[in-house]
């Protein structure tokens, strides 16, 4: 079981309230650090005068939300991973349009890696990118990346991405922007789209969940999993008991559906 932080209820609740986010599904000690330091950072007195701001004025309440839901991404994430991803849809037979589910894409870089790996697989797919905040839907819809994001990234998958974009920047290529479609989802609380997927990444998103949600998170995702569609989680997200939700393991934190 999380442990609860019982002082901390009142606010923290009330807070949740204000920003429609279901924070009792997120490990709590967490939230409570995060909170405390945003209205620390804010200069407030405590966390009840940030759940006043919060209630006063929407811009506090997007903050605040961007502020407590963790945005760190970068493109290829755990380069190992992706290789065993890149193996294992290599092997698959071809059969029309691949349709891939970005559950927590950030900023974007995750969406763009699938986009470019299936592109150099040959496959064409079309991607749905999907996050509770907003204000990351936003950015990745704008598709313009700085020099140091794209610093690590090799020449063909430039390539394939990317175009000039304003000094210091590139932009996201018309035909690669064409593929996905961005929109806020919470994972929580919102229906999921019908799918069925053959390519699911939730990825380094289900570490802030509770146990208890995390697995009905999990078991709603696979249901939006085509038979021997494939799940990509975190690296340190590993399913303890893959076989309950009717998955097979194929490399770490990968997973296939069983058909
Ligand atoms: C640490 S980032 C991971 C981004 C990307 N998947 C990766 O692995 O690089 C976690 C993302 O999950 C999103 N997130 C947090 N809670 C969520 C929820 N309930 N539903 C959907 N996305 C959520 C955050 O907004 C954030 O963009």
Redesign the pocket.
């Known amino acids: 079981m999380e442990s609860r932080t019982s002082e901390a209820d009142g606010w923290l609740d009330a807070l949740a309230a204000e920003l429609g986010?279901?924070l009792g599904?997120?490990k709590r000690e967490q939230l409570v650090r995060r909170a405390a330091a945003f209205a620390h950072q804010r200069g407030l007195d405590g966390p009840w005068e940030l759940v006043g701001r919060v209630r006063a004025d929407r811009s506090w309440a997007e903050e605040c939300r961007?502020y407590?839901?963790?945005?760190?991404?970068?493109f290829f994430?755990?380069p190992p991973y992706w290789a065993w991803l890149e193996q294992l849809l290599a092997a698959r037979p071809r059969a029309g349009r691949l349709r891939v589910w970005?559950?927590?894409?950030?900023?974007g870089?995750?969406p763009l890696s699938v986009a470019a790996l299936l592109r150099r697989l040959g496959y064409p797919a079309d991607i749905l990118a999907?996050?509770?905040?907003e204000r990351?839907i936003r950015q990745a819809e704008a598709g313009e990346y700085g020099a140091a994001e794209i610093g690590g990234l090799d020449e063909t998958v430039r390539r394939i991405l990317f175009e000039a974009g304003s000094p210091g920047s590139v932009r996201v290529r018309p035909e690669i922007r064409a593929q996905i479609r961005y929109r806020r989802?919470?994972?929580?609380?919102?229906p999921y789209p019908a799918g069925p997927f053959d390519l699911i990444?939730?990825?380094?998103?289900l570490?802030?969940?509770t146990a208890e949600e995390r697995h009905r998170?999990v078991g709603r995702l696979v249901e939006r999993l085509a038979p021997a569609g494939v799940l990509f989680v975190?690296a340190t997200e590993v399913l303890l008991n893959p076989e309950d939700f009717g998955l097979t393991v194929v490399f770490p934190a990968l997973y296939r559906r069983r058909a």
Request: glycine share 2%.
């Open positions: 986010l279901s599904a997120y961007h407590l839901t963790i945005h760190v991404t970068a994430r755990d970005s559950a927590a894409a950030a900023t870089a995750e999907t996050d509770v905040d990351v989802l919470d994972l929580l609380q919102d990444l939730c990825r380094n998103v570490i802030y969940f998170v975190g």
